[in-house]
């Protein structure tokens, strides 16, 4: 089941030589707290996801690179491409969601916070306004994803 594969996933994940982010806590940030090592394996899984999406990304423009135009790639080999990404694109967001869930669980003081995860696993919140008021924030969102449409 996907689920457990997951959950696989995140318990395989070894912590030992594992530094975690290399930036280190900027001026303003405010320090909540260290990870715990279940959220650090979720922040390396993520982090392994954001790689394979990586050298997927190479793997694909490569390809095109050698046909020239992608209507020269087979219909067969573009819907195999077209899977694969989504699968791909599917875990991480999932991934995503659950990583910074669990931190708001872990952490409930970050909610209604920008969040980062700095130096020595800190999590810190910071104050930068990236989109004006919340509400603001949503409506915007809101509104680029009728215009641009989201699949699910």
């Known amino acids: 089941m996907f689920l457990k594969s997951l959950l696989d996933e995140v318990e395989a994940i070894q912590l030992d030589g594992q530094n975690g982010p290399e930036a280190a806590p900027e001026e303003g940030d405010k320090i909540v707290g260290v990870m715990s090592d ?6 390396l899984l993520r982090e392994e996801y954001g790689k ?4 997927f990304n190479k793997k694909v423009f490569a390809r095109l690179a050698e046909v020239g135009d992608f209507r020269n790639i ?11 990404k989504e699968l ?6 999932l991934v995503d969601v659950i990583f910074w869930s669990a931190v708001k669980h872990e952490f409930p003081t970050v909610i209604g916070h920008n969040i980062a995860v700095r130096q020595g696993w800190q999590v810190v919140t910071f104050e930068e306004d990236f989109c004006g008021e919340a509400l603001n924030c949503l409506l915007a969102e809101a509104m680029l994803s009728r215009i641009i449409g989201r699949r699910r």
């Open 38 to 43: 279940d959220l650090k394996r979720l922040f």
């Open 52 to 55: 394979k999406v990586d050298a």
């Open 74 to 84: 087979a219909p067969e080999e573009n819907r195999e491409h077209q899977q694969k």
């Open 88 to 93: 791909l694109s599917n875990k991480i967001e």
